[in-house]
């Protein structure tokens, strides 16, 4: 039997004040009918949930990061190469790696993070690197790739000298360690 000779199943369901109401949006939004967003939303839930059960987070952030076009996805063993290629880099390089990473903080600061570890949770769904909690104020990053090491502390200076944070940042063995030494903020 093909999917035009099956008939349409009818399904009641009670939704809370805020999932309505997003369904009206929608609705709105896609000039279309409720039943329409309803069965493009289950395809998306499908969709992302036959890619590994990615957390619905994740999939946000990963559509934030690729939405502008200022970020791209990016083979592990290219950007390997990559950085093979590109050595000890010029102090030019460094000084432009340190840009990219205060106007990474005002991005994400106008996005509404304020914490420290919300700011790295976010980063860390990149798999650029791995994130591990030391302590309240301590944190380590495992770079996915270890040439990549430099970069990414020399990214982190900048972004904390944006921040209102005062982090000490060293790097050991193939970690980025990040202390959060003070914060303007408190």
Not at 28 to 47: A, F, G, P, W
Not at 66 to 86: F, P, T
Request: negative net charge; aromatic residues 10%; glycine residues 4%.
């Amino acid at each position: 039997m093909s999917s035009e000779d099956r008939k349409a199943e009818r399904l009641s369901v009670s939704l809370d004040y805020e999932s309505a109401k997003l369904i009206d949006e929608l609705e709105k939004k896609l000039d279309t009918s409720r039943s329409e967003v309803i069965r493009e939303s289950l395809k998306c839930l499908d969709t992302v949930w036959d890619q590994g059960e990615i957390q619905l987070s994740t999939v946000k952030t990963y559509l934030e990061y690729l939405q502008g076009k200022e970020h791209l996805v990016l083979d592990i063993s290219l950007l390997n190469a990559m950085l093979l290629e590109i050595g000890e880099g010029s102090e030019d390089f460094w000084k432009e790696v340190r840009e990219i990473g205060k106007e990474h903080w005002k991005e994400r600061e106008n996005r509404g993070f304020e914490k420290v570890e919300d700011v790295l949770k976010y980063f860390e769904k990149t798999n650029i690197f791995s994130l591990y909690r030391f302590s309240k104020n301590s944190f380590i990053l495992k770079p996915s790739v270890r040439e990549s090491e430099k970069w990414q502390k020399e990214f982190f200076k900048g972004f904390f000298e944006a921040s209102p944070y005062e982090a000490e940042i060293t790097t050991s063995r193939g970690k980025i360690r990040i202390k959060i030494l003070s914060s303007s903020q408190e």
